[in-house]
């Protein structure tokens, strides 16, 4: 069956967020006499439209990543396609069903790991499946599976503060892929790394999600990151925050950073991104 005809792993339509901004912030509001960030809030302060009218459709097994300028609304449309914010209209769908809070079959990896640091790393793992009461052998063959998969099984009984950077956030990813999550959302999850250890996780990452064949949307400032790891590239615009344009990404994955390097494809669709996201194109 083909992506076109399968229900989407995300479908997302016609879907408008606003905020309030402090008053604090907004001349506006100071000219309309409100005198504090409560007030503004509570009395509509500055409504401004975060996002506008986003259409998107995620296919089963896709990778797609989310860039565009600063503040764009990135973040915001990767809370509310995980339900962990609340929409203001239209409607998000995961594998068919209206997503009204975390759906149970999510993962998350988040640019600061999160990892709770008064447990060890096969703890950590043990924590994100409490909920789902395996008997004990079954989630040890679990946690075991998924320290393997991310190179940690020998830091099975480290604490958070005693692992590099990079193995914290290869232990978050073991941890979001503990509940086998059928989407995983990804908010810039290397972007606190040096740029060696960064390259290194990506290769290993994209290994690790070709594996677990999950959905993937990521959310990324660097385009070549963009390019190494997607099938689809949804380029987005500011004020208010929309899709601008869907780029295809037609290499085979997982791919390697060498096989890139030298692609002249590659580096077109790097400098199409590059452009629409300056405002150049
Ligand atoms: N809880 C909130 N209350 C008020 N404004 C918010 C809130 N969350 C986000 N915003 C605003 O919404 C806009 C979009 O923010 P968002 O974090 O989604 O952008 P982004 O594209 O992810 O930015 P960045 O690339 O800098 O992380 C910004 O103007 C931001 O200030």
């Given at each position: 069956m083909s992506i076109a005809t399968a229900t989407p792993a995300i479908q997302v339509t016609g879907v408008t967020k606003t905020f309030s901004r402090p008053v604090e912030r907004s001349a506006r509001s100071r000219r309309r006499g409100a005198q504090s960030a409560t007030e503004a809030i509570t009395t509509g302060g500055d409504v401004f439209t975060a996002l506008q009218d986003i259409d998107l459709s995620v296919g089963k097994g896709e990778f797609v990543s989310l860039v565009g300028?600063?503040?764009?609304?990135?973040?915001?449309?990767?809370?509310?396609?995980?339900?962990?914010?609340?929409?203001?209209?239209?409607?998000?769908?995961?594998?068919?069903?209206?997503?009204?809070?975390?759906?149970?079959?999510?993962?998350?990896?988040?640019?600061?790991?999160?990892?709770?640091?008064?447990?060890?790393?096969?703890?950590?793992?043990?924590?994100?499946?409490?909920?789902?009461?395996?008997?004990?052998?079954?989630?040890?063959?679990?946690?075991?599976?998924?320290?393997?998969?991310?190179?940690?099984?020998?830091?099975?009984?480290?604490?958070?503060?005693?692992?590099?950077?990079?193995?914290?956030?290869?232990?978050?990813?073991?941890?979001?892929?503990?509940?086998?999550?059928?989407?995983?959302?990804?908010?810039?999850?290397?972007?606190?790394l040096d740029a060696f250890t960064r390259r290194r996780l990506q290769q290993e990452i994209a290994s690790i999600i070709e594996a677990s064949g999950a959905t993937c949307v990521l959310v990324t400032h660097d385009v070549d990151e963009a390019v190494f790891f997607s099938d689809r590239i949804v380029v987005m615009g500011a004020r208010p925050g929309r899709v601008t344009e869907l780029i295809d990404v037609p290499f085979p994955r997982p791919r390697t950073q060498v096989e890139l390097l030298g692609n002249p494809e590659a580096a077109q669709i790097r400098d199409r991104v590059l452009e629409l996201v300056l405002g150049l194109g």
């Open positions: 300028a600063s503040g764009c609304g990135k973040t915001t449309l990767l809370r509310m396609m995980s339900g962990l914010i609340a929409r203001d209209s239209g409607e998000i769908r995961i594998d068919g069903r209206l997503v009204n809070g975390v759906p149970s079959k999510v993962g998350f990896v988040f640019q600061e790991p999160a990892l709770l640091p008064w447990r060890s790393v096969h703890d950590n793992l043990a924590f994100a499946l409490e909920y789902k009461q395996l008997p004990p052998d079954e989630r040890e063959a679990v946690i075991e599976d998924k320290l393997k998969l991310t190179n940690l099984l020998e830091f099975r009984n480290s604490y958070p503060h005693q692992l590099s950077g990079g193995m914290q956030q290869r232990a978050g990813l073991a941890r979001a892929l503990a509940t086998d999550p059928e989407v995983l959302f990804m908010d810039e999850p290397l972007s606190a």
